[in-house]
T-cell receptor
Framework: EPEVTQTPSHQVTQMGQEVILRCVPI?????FYWYRQILGQKVEFLVS????????KSEIFDDQFSVERPDGSNFTLKIRSTKLEDSAMYFC?????????????FGPGTRLTVL | GENVEQHPSTLSVQEGDSAVIKCTYS??????FPWYKQELGKGPQLIID?????GEKKDQRIAVTLNKTAKHFSLHITETQPEDSAVYFC??????????FGAGTRLFVKA
């Protein structure tokens, strides 16, 4: 069964450093998403991406965040200058059909720890 | 913006009993309500969903009900099994790209 994969599973970084989280969505999916989950809290929408541009973003997704689809398979989330409060689990998701009213398939997540 | 409240935060049941998790939403434009199960170390996985034109949906031991007037929807799991133990999230979407999640319910099923 096709699945969304994410690398690395755990990333430890120093405050102020840049990190890139990587995702490989399901191959025939065209809509991509990033979510984050601070430990013990709810899953929060960050951004959605389609046709090489952001389709929607939340207030969390400020100028320090960016997303990119550098090739036909990868989808990345870059955090330019990490802060302690960026420590969280980051989930990538993809869907075949547009819109939050269709099934999204989630990856296993990357745990980001900012020291 | 949309806000989704979920209760309880923790639920412990005996194997074979039923479990009910309740959510409310604030945005009347929301029209899609998925439920996700998150097992330890994994991402959320869709287990059932309901759209606003339907009041109830059932899939084997899992059912979801929706009351649009009250902006309330619930997940019902019958004949619970130890493998049902996980964190369950409700969510809401207005058909745009953003999905708003509840805070989650940690379900423990005791054998």
């Amino acid at each position: 069964e096709p699945e969304v994969t994410q690398t690395p599973s755990h990333q430890v970084t120093q405050m102020g450093q840049e990190v890139i989280l990587r995702c490989v969505p399901i191959s025939n999916h065209l809509y991509f998403y990033w979510y984050r989950q601070i430990l013990g809290q709810k899953v929060e929408f960050l951004v959605s991406f389609y046709n090489n541009e952001i389709s929607e973003k939340s207030e969390i997704f400020d100028d320090q965040f960016s997303v990119e689809r550098p090739d036909g398979s990868n989808f990345t989330l870059k955090i330019r200058s990490t802060k302690l409060e960026d420590s969280a689990m980051y989930f990538c998701a993809s869907s075949e059909v547009a819109g939050g009213d269709n099934e999204q398939f989630f990856g296993p997540g990357t745990r980001l720890t900012v020291l | 913006g949309e806000n989704v409240e979920q209760h309880p935060s923790t639920l412990s049941v005996q194997e074979g009993d039923s479990a009910v998790i309740k959510c409310t939403y604030s945005d009347s434009a929301s029209n899609y309500f998925p439920w996700y199960k998150q097992e330890l170390g994994k991402g959320p996985q869709l287990i059932i969903d309901i759209r606003s034109n339907v009041g109830e949906k059932k899939d084997q031991r899992i059912a979801v009900t929706l009351n649009k007037t009250a902006k309330h929807f619930s997940l019902h799991i019958t004949e619970t099994q130890p493998e049902d133990s996980a964190v369950y999230f409700c969510a809401a979407s207005d058909g745009g790209f953003k999905t708003i999640f509840g805070a989650g319910t940690r379900l423990f099923v005791k054998a």
